[in-house]
């Protein structure tokens, strides 16, 4: 019965059991997908659980504005972001968009390739590498060093699937930093993949 976002909201407010249970279930992989894009493995936990006490308390004032999903990852990003400041390891957003030349000439206004375009790939096609399991753990330890907002982005587009909309509503950011921000974590990964096939080494730069 708990299909019903409703329904479910309800069992919530009423604290039932096997409401939060079936919550749990649905929503607690991508919360914890989204904290550790922010904060790592190691302070993760604690941002979920950090979300789930704070969602509970404010779940009474929950308008439906967005999805029931959407409005937990908006307070998981909050809190990671709360930590970060704790932690005084949070990059201002000014920094993480800035203008840089080699982003500039990787991609247009509309996000397309520009002029500077991806390096040509060998025999193997781009499948082949990513299948290949060093590529595999060079992409997760680039990803991993992206700055926080950046890797948030990338994790809520690419692995989640979330709209550009959705993503500015939950980092609560304006469209085009969230474009920004999409593009540069996506330069990144290109020019991991680049380096990676040119020298069959990792370089997370």
Known sequence: MYENETVLIDGLIAK??????????????????????????????????????????????????????????????????????KENRMTSLEALTAADPEFASRFDDNGHWGAHRPGDWRADSPEALISSEELKLCLDLMISSLPDLQAATLNLREQQGYSLAEICNILEVSESNVRVLLHRARNRLYRCVEHFQETGECCTQ
């Not at 997908?33 to 659980?49: N, T």
């Not at 509970?56 to 409005?71: I, N, P, Q, Y």
Request: net charge positive; aromatic share 12%; glycine share 4%.
């Open 16 to 85: 039932r059991d096997d409401a939060f249970r079936y919550a749990i279930e649905q929503y607690q992989g991508s919360m914890m997908y989204l904290a550790r894009s922010f904060v790592g493995d190691k302070l993760a936990d604690e941002v979920v659980q950090e979300t789930w006490c704070s969602a509970m308390r404010a779940l009474k004032g929950f308008e439906k504005r967005s999805s029931l999903k959407t409005w937990l990852l908006r307070i998981v990003a909050n809190e990671a972001k709360t930590r970060l400041r």
